[in-house]
């Protein structure tokens, strides 16, 4: 069973930076493919990154080049580096591990707003 617990988010101005961790607990986090995920209010939750256990990227459309996802499997987490945020990016944001089965964690909150 793993679990999965996010922290970093918080209110920010506009342009600001956030970088959001995920630990995982409970099995071998390397075989997992993690990703971030973001549900804004009255929108439905979306793809923000993903990762996969070589390590290889991808992006939503609206986050290239300003967000990074990497992983560390020495410490059973993986991190989304949020660069010149905009109000179009708060939402809550979810991690998720996937191996056999799918995992999330409880979310966490980025606000952006000045």
């Known amino acids: 069973q793993v679990q999965l617990v996010e922290s970093g988010g918080g209110l920010v101005q506009p342009g600001e930076s956030l970088r959001l961790s995920c630990a995982g607990s409970?099995?071998?986090?390397?075989?997992?493919?993690m990703a971030w995920y973001r549900q804004a209010p009255g929108k439905q939750r979306e793809l923000v990154a993903k990762i996969s256990t070589a390590g290889n990227t991808n992006y939503a459309d609206s986050v290239k080049a300003r967000f990074a996802i990497s992983r560390d499997n020495t410490k059973s987490t993986v991190y989304l580096q949020m660069n010149r945020l905009k109000p179009e990016d708060t939402a809550v944001y979810y991690c998720?591990?996937?191996?056999?089965?799918?995992?999330w964690g409880q979310g966490t909150q980025v606000t952006v707003s000045s």
């Open positions: 409970g099995v071998d986090f390397s075989v997992y493919v």
């Open positions: 998720n591990a996937v191996f056999m089965r799918t995992y």
